[in-house]
Nanobody
Framework: VQLQASGGGLVQAGGSLRLSCAASGRTSSSYVMGWFRQAPGKEREFVAAIVRRSGNTLYADSVKGRFTISRDNAKSIVYLQMNSLNAEDTAVYYC??????????????????WGQGTLVTVSS
């Protein structure tokens, strides 16, 4: 399984970005895709996750109401729409896949596959 994340960049505070994560290889019809982020000097933290089959979602409290995770099952792509960005959102964003997952999880150790990361920088 390979994950390719894209869409990061530099944006002003209050702006928006959309990240994409394309999955390829031997995926399944039922998996969970998550987004995590890691700011300099900080631990990697959960952002959002979505269950491929049901579309059920889970968000970190810090992004709830501002970020939206969605999926295109036909293309095996998961999106993270990020609105009302602020400086605290600056981080490298990673997509991750729990190949046998049935439920969205905040636990990064449940995700076996990781993308390469895409940098999001929010200027204030």
């Amino acid at each position: 399984v390979q994950l390719q994340a894209s869409g990061g960049g530099l944006v002003q505070a209050g702006g928006s970005l959309r990240l994409s994560c394309a999955a390829s290889g031997r995926t399944s019809s039922s998996y969970v895709m998550g987004w995590f982020r890691q700011a300099p000097g900080k631990e990697r933290e959960f952002v959002a996750a979505i269950v491929r089959r049901s579309g059920n979602t889970l968000y970190a409290d810090s992004v709830k109401g501002r970020f939206t995770i969605s999926r295109d099952n036909a293309k095996s792509i998961v999106y993270l729409q990020m609105n009302s960005l602020n400086a605290e959102d600056t981080a490298v964003y990673y997509c991750a896949l729990d190949l046998s997952g049935q439920y969205a999880s905040r636990d990064r150790y449940k995700y076996e596959y990781w993308g390469q990361g895409t940098l999001v920088t929010v200027s204030s």
